[in-house]
């Protein structure tokens, strides 16, 4: 008979036991390897059945065995040492401290202001650790890897996100190889979490208000992930109807009124946590909100009702909200993004629903595609995000430019390279994903306590120390790990093929599969079409050579899961799991399904080649690469994401692309299929398999000790975290608190006067004269410019003069603005006359031209209103001339 419902018998630990339950409620054990070695040696079968989760450990460890350990002195005394060492982790000063510490009160030195007292992080997915299943893929994963290093860093971090009852899906095979889908339903009590309480006991709850008066509640959870909270709202709560209590239940699940619903109780229903939250505990309030994704971008508009509600009025609010928010884009195609019908959105808004206080309109406004080449009807989620924060950024430097040229319609007037949005590479958080043995080697060469703050802090001179490891000991430590994936493969995929229906008298085959001497490739992901699951099935029988070659075989490991609603996608897994049941190629290449945190450990470490090939450039980061580079493996990938930035030799080989040179998809996959394939036959094989005098493959290894000291540092999250500090996080900050300090109604009022005023500005006139000499190297050109300002003064804006090297179509390359001054007073027609010298500083084709930009000491760019007044061509002789 089933149960009608599930729940965790707690056990009562021994007074002597106490602090593991404190170690098993935060989530630093997760990345902390002497706590988890403290849990295994608990029991360590169950630690195993447990799938490494101490609450899980905690909740089934017979009594007599806590006796046990309460009576173990050598136990006892590393448990006070665990416990010591978190309190002492938890709260000592970390680098956010010290560099508190050595600020001045008037601000850093550069990049300027004061750190932010705290920040909340708010993202539709957390990926800490597989005990927690509330991620889907490489956005989530980067979340909790940001929190972990928020957390190593000592930077006050508030998460945010939902709390999904059912997770991210379960994925099995069918006997053909069709993706099924599984929801295992999760009960909070049996997670690593604790519920948040008003002080008189009761749940602290948040209410969002639905259209027909109904009501959306959700309780707050809290994880621990070390330093940092993490808050997740849960709407399984008895008092809301059936509908409202199934908002939370799958991550990306539903349609579109139900992803509204959860990215409202995300962004407006977080914001309302995080303020129950501060209240409850006196965590000190965020001054900067950063928006992981367009999903929670509703949180500036909570914010902004806070401050109508206030008094305040909404231009006002929006500029003061403005001030302290950073908005990360994630996504390089415009079909990543959600958007809804405005009448959808509209329906959940206004006097009848959520944020009575402001107009409908208003609030349509911030997200509405109303630039050329948008939908007029379609609410945008990221371009609201944009235009609600003051700082925008994407995760590479190629995924940076792609994204000014994908939302250059919000900029007109502007080339893509000057639309407002920066770039933070994202990294990855080393001690969660470097495997132990590479811990510990590491620590035999410089110490402990200097391999964790190499891996979580960074420091490029901790890493050099890995040049004088012996050849001998990486390659045994590679070999060590290979084993222990091809081991961690074989349990796998029995388990795989037993729920594809075999029966174990014809498993025997799957004890031979994959080999720890052989060349091992990897490629785990999602698996949407751009990602290109099976391109290296492109010409089969030349992948079969390469799996079986007599001398230089390789083995390859795949993983990935499909949306659900993706069927193209679930045809990819399985034309690719038809080819890995071919018994010619089984025991080289297999497919594993559920893919997750706990088999990308060994995946990453396991591999020597972490393969990537997407359609470039379609890849925003791709930060797996990242992982397994951490732990000595090569990456082999198309120049797309980070590995465009930081691709060296040293560190792997480049897949050449057929950008522009194939006539069709087919082609270019055709194409690059067959570079593919000849960079494994040619270059990787060899170098693998070719050893050295000392009987090593020793320009192997060469490669492997590079890849740790020269590309390890630049990967970590840590050093993620504090370019978001350094770069976005303190001007957030300092803006936030002169646009709080009543700056912001009359910015907002001089922003109204200057749109208002804009269509009276022009360019009149430009003239150019050689000074001294004709139009050569080293020589200077007098610029004049006559402008029209209309309503507006000189200093409501700037006139430029920008310079630079011209391509045929005369657009001008790295343009270089020189402010112009102006001079006297305007004419009898009203005109002002703006003068300044022009430096001709390169040789060969060379143009210019002038413009006109708003100006104020609050705005983050020029380009920030979009608004530009340019040259006519009938301006004058000089504007984009050409020189030679």
Not at 28 to 39: I, K, P
Not at 182 to 210: F, I, K, M, Q, W
Not at 857 to 879: I, W
Request: hydrophobic residues 40%.
């Amino acid at each position: 008979m089933k149960a009608i419902r599930r729940f965790t018998v707690r056990p009562v630990l021994p007074a002597a036991l106490a602090p593991l339950s404190e170690l098993s409620r935060n989530l630093r054990w997760s990345w902390h390897t002497g706590t988890r070695d403290l849990f295994r040696d608990v029991d360590p079968a169950l630690w195993d059945a447990s799938g490494d989760d101490p609450v899980r450990l905690l909740g089934s460890v017979p009594a007599a065995r806590l006796a046990e350990l309460a009576a173990d002195e050598d136990f006892l005394r590393r448990l006070g040492e665990s416990a010591e060492d978190l309190r002492e982790y938890v709260t000592g000063p970390r680098w956010y401290q010290e560099r508190q510490a050595e600020s001045p009160d008037d601000g850093l030195p550069a990049p300027g202001g004061e750190l932010p007292a705290a920040v909340a992080y708010f993202s539709p997915e957390f990926g800490v650790t597989a005990a927690l299943p509330q991620y889907s893929g490489g956005l989530g994963i980067l979340a909790g890897d940001h929190l972990k290093a928020a957390s190593d860093l000592g930077v006050p971090l508030i998460g945010v996100g939902l709390l999904y009852r059912h997770g991210y899906f379960r994925q099995s095979l069918t006997r053909d190889g069709w993706q099924q889908e599984h929801y295992p339903l999760l009960d909070p009590n049996e997670l690593p979490l604790t519920l948040l309480r008003e002080t008189d006991g009761s749940p602290a709850l948040v209410r969002l208000a639905l259209p027909g008066g109904r009501a959306l509640r959700a309780h707050v959870w809290q994880a621990q992930i070390g330093r940092v909270p993490l808050l997740m709202l849960d709407s399984d709560v008895e008092e809301n109807d059936p509908g409202a209590r199934e908002v939370t239940d799958r991550l990306y699940g539903g349609g579109s009124e139900h992803r509204l619903l959860q990215e409202m109780l995300l962004g407006i229903g977080g914001v309302r946590a995080v303020r129950a939250y501060c209240r409850l505990t006196g965590h000190p309030a965020p001054e900067v909100f950063h928006t992981n994704e367009g999903h929670a971008g509703f949180l500036g508009l909570e914010r902004v009702h806070e401050l109508v509600q206030g008094g305040l009025a909404f231009e006002s609010a929006l500029e003061s909200v403005r001030g302290g928010t950073v908005f990360t884009t994630h996504t390089p195609v415009p079909a990543g993004i959600d958007r809804f019908d405005r009448e959808l959105v509209a329906h959940h808004f206004g006097p009848d629903a959520e944020l009575p206080g402001i107009d409908v309109e208003l609030i349509l406004r911030l997200g509405m595609e109303t630039y050329a080449g948008g939908d007029a009807n379609v609410f945008n989620m990221a371009v609201m995000g944009l235009r609600l924060a003051r700082g925008a950024n994407g995760v590479s430097t190629l995924h940076g430019k792609v994204s000014q040229e994908m939302f250059q319609g919000l900029w007109p007037g502007f080339d893509p390279e000057e639309v407002p949005i920066a770039s933070v590479t994202n990294g990855v958080h080393a001690p969660t994903w470097v495997a132990p043995e590479v811990f510990r080697l590491g620590a035999r060469q410089i110490g402990e306590r200097r391999t964790d703050r190499a891996l979580s802090v960074g420091g490029s001179e901790r890493w050099d120390a890995v040049a004088d490891i012996q050849d001998s000991d990486i390659w045994q430590l590679r070999r060590e790990l290979r084993a222990q994936l091809v081991d961690e493969v074989r349990r796998r995929l029995h388990v795989s093929w037993r729920q594809r229906g075999a029966a174990t008298a014809e498993l025997g085959w799957i004890d031979e599969v994959l080999d720890p001497d052989v060349l091992t490739i990897g490629f785990a992901r999602r698996v949407p079409s751009y990602k290109r699951l099976t391109l290296m099935l492109r010409d089969q029988d030349r992948l079969l050579e390469l799996l079986t070659h007599s001398e230089r075989p390789v083995q390859i490991v795949v993983a990935g899961k499909a949306h659900p609603a993706d069927d193209g996608g679930k045809r990819l897994i399985q034309d690719l799991v038809r080819f890995t049941d071919d018994p010619r190629v089984r025991h080289r290449i297999v497919f594993l399904p559920d893919y997750g945190m706990a088999m990308a450990q060994k995946l990453y470490a396991g591999c020597d080649v972490w393969l990537n090939n997407p359609l470039r450039p379609l890849e925003a980061c791709g930060t797996s690469g990242m992982k397994a580079a951490l732990n000595g493996c090569l990456n082999l990938s198309v120049l797309d994401g980070w590995w465009d930035e930081w691709f060296e030799p040293d560190f792997g080989w480049a897949i050449p692309t057929a950008d522009g040179s194939a006539t069709d998809d087919h082609r270019r996959d055709d194409l690059e299929a067959a570079a593919l394939y000849d960079l494994l036959e040619r270059r990787i094989t060899p170098r693998f398999y070719e050893n050295g005098p000392e009987g090593l493959p020793d320009r192997w290894i060469e490669m492997v000790r590079r890849t740790l000291t020269r590309l390890g540092p630049k990967v970590l999250a840590g050093r993620m975290v504090r370019e978001y500090v350094e770069r976005l996080y303190v001007p957030a900050a300092r803006a936030h608190r002169v646009l709080e300090a009543d700056a912001a109604s009359g910015f907002a009022a001089w922003k109204n006067r200057v749109r208002a005023a804009w269509p009276g500005v022009a360019v009149d006139h430009v003239e150019a004269t050689a000074v001294g000499t004709t139009a050569e190297l080293g020589a200077t050109l007098a610029l004049r410019v006559r402008v029209r300002l209309g309503e507006l003064a000189p200093d409501d804006v700037e006139v430029q003069a920008l310079a630079g090297r011209v391509d045929p179509e005369d657009h001008i390359a790295d343009a270089t603005p020189v402010p112009l001054k102006p001079t006297g007073a305007p004419d009898g027609e009203g005109r002002l006359l703006y003068e300044g010298p022009l430096a001709l500083d390169r040789t060969g084709p060379f143009g210019y031209t002038v413009r006109i930009l708003p100006s104020h000491r609050l705005l983050a760019s020029n380009a920030e209103l979009g608004l530009v007044a340019v040259p006519s061509e009938a301006t004058g002789e000089a504007a984009g001339v050409l020189m030679r």
